[in-house]
């Protein structure tokens, strides 16, 4: 069990350097047991040094780069074995333009493997998808879904649901 | 294995029968504040087997029924059900669909369905061990969980890497 | 002390109520005693009701509607006892459109007697300020403030600053 | 009373003093990710006396000087300076102006100013004392305090009310 632990532990720390790197278009990332010897109770902890900076403990990120973080984790623990479905509730929401279209650009490689749903405000989100559902509550307190608006780029697709 | 559909009926805000088809890749929820898009994200945990009201927002179980507006009446039973395409045979089911429901009524009582056979919450989360949606995984993420799992003390954290490993 | 307490409590809930169906544009609020006889040691309960809608506890509203809630708590609170400035971090991220206006309606309406700074991603929110810092880290890891830009509405007193 | 200016040298990522001219209504704070932006309401914070690490995001109040990066060097000294201007008499002195200055040396030396006279932090907090501006107060709301001041347990929130009384 501890063997097994540990093995994923490294897939993951591996994926999530990467992933960091890549959302943060450069820096580094880790995640390390605090106790080496104590694989499997030992608690975990999170590095994050955005490109030019030097590590501070992870709270003193910034609220976006914490964002960024967390993604990098999340999708990194998908990497070493994905689920089915993935859904994300307002995962964009502190972004700023640059961190959304490095988010979006690594959401839509991932979901040439996975199944994604999310929840956004942001236009920018909107557009990389290829299904959209509006829920409203034109009657106040019951909600409706309202539409469905398939992306230009799938023009095969629409065809399909509307066959 | 890819989602296909979730009808919610009863289910809190959404009080008449809704159904939504997912596309295979990325699909988007939106609308105003309020309209109901994380209670979609709650009737999905729910009907995988969801047993923390905290989980859901609420105080008691009860809450995830319709309760009502200042023009409606309330609701006596709320039901969710899902339809996943089991490709790849993830499911340790022989059905090529297998459709999930989860039925509570005001009186207390649970109904638990795999493929329209009744069984037991037992069931339902047994079926979805292993494969990255059960309880403490990283495959849905709530609307401010952001922070928390970040913030989480180091113990905490190692429940998401338990379900990786 | 408990008298006081008592009294400045009744006004901010009574300016809690009259806030509160301003952001909702209807619907009810108020904040309560959780024990009525113990007044300077008991919990304080926050009920808020969205127009339409019957009230449920707080923790069920959207995260919009939770936002919109402290909103009225912190403007109410202001209300009472008004501090020489008010410095606002992000406060109006998970608003949409509808009530990103009714927010900013209301603040500058407070901001006729009071200092605000707010920091903001939401470009609407920035058109309705006086003032606009941009801070930046061209250098990484450093931070500089690039610009103050002066909205078109106070001509004099970017003279002032000017001059 | 309304903030006037606020001045910044070596404290977190404003390594080269950098000083903010306050709108007497509304001034807003934009700029990317990660720019700095959250790091000015610390300083406030700091300067009106903050004595929680907890609040300023750091584990140790050393955190608050500037610690370098890949081509700069760490500082040995954050400062701080805000002057406030007085009308209405809303601070305990006689003067118009009021300029708070707070610094904070590697080696763990604090030192306090109130119009250039140094002093203790005790009178910083004595000087603010009930204006709104003190510690639990309303008045300052950081990055994601908004659902914990609706998360908060009942008898916490007491704190703000207690302050408005
Ligand atoms: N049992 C219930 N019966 C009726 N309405 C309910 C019930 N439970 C929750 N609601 C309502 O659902 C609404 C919350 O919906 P939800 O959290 O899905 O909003 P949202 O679309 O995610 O909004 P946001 O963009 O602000 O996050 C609340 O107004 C709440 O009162
Ligand atoms: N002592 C320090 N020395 C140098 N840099 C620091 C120090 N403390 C914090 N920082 C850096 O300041 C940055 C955080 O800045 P801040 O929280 O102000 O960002 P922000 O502009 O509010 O961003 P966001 O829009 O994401 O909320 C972090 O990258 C952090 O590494
Ligand atoms: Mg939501
Ligand atoms: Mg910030």
């Not at chain 1, 994604?116 to 019951?142: N, R």
């Not at chain 2, 809450?63 to 009502?68: D, K």
Request: proline share 3%; glycine share 8%; aromatic share 8%.
């Amino acid at each position: 069990a501890e063997k097994k632990f540990l093995e994923t532990f490294r897939k993951v720390n591996k994926y999530f350097g990467e992933l960091i790197a890549e959302l943060f278009n450069g820096g580094s990332g880790e995640i390390s047991l605090i106790d080496e010897n104590d694989a499997l109770e030992s608690g975990i902890e999170i590095t994050v040094r955005p490109p030019g900076k030097k590590i501070l403990n992870i709270m003193s990120l910034s609220g976006g780069e914490q964002a960024m973080s967390a993604i990098g984790l999340i999708f990194a623990l998908f990497k070493v074995k994905p689920s089915p479905f993935c859904l994300l509730d307002e995962i964009d929401a502190p972004l700023d333009d640059a961190n959304l279209s490095r988010f979006l650009k690594m959401l839509k490689k991932f979901a040439e493997h996975s199944q994604f749903i999310i929840i956004t405000h942001h236009k920018k989100t909107m557009a990389a998808c290829d299904v959209l559902y509006g829920v409203s509550m034109e009657e106040k307190g019951v909600s409706k879904v309202l539409s469905v608006r398939i992306s230009e780029n799938n023009k095969n697709y629409s065809n399909e649901l509307a066959g | 294995m890819f989602l296909k559909n979730i009808e919610l009926s009863g289910f809190k805000s959404f009080a008449d029968k809704v159904t939504l088809e997912f596309s295979e890749r990325i699909s988007a929820i939106i609308g105003p504040n309020g309209s109901g898009k994380s209670n979609i994200v709650d009737a999905i945990k729910w009907v995988l087997g969801e047993q923390s009201v905290k989980s859901l927002r609420g105080k008691s179980m009860e809450e995830v029924i319709f309760n009502g507006t200042t023009t409606r009446k309330p609701l006596s039973r709320a039901s969710v059900s899902m339809t996943l395409v089991n490709e790849k045979g993830l499911l340790p089911v022989a059905f090529k669909e297998v459709t999930v429901s989860r039925q509570l009524y005001r009186s207390g009582e649970s109904k638990y369905l795999i493929n329209n056979a009744e069984c037991r919450l037992k069931d339902v989360i047994e079926l979805f061990m292993d494969t990255g949606l059960s309880k403490g995984a990283y495959s849905i993420i709530s609307q401010g969980q952001i922070s928390s799992i970040l913030t989480a003390n180091p113990y905490d954290r190692r429940l998401i890497f338990e379900e990786a490993a």
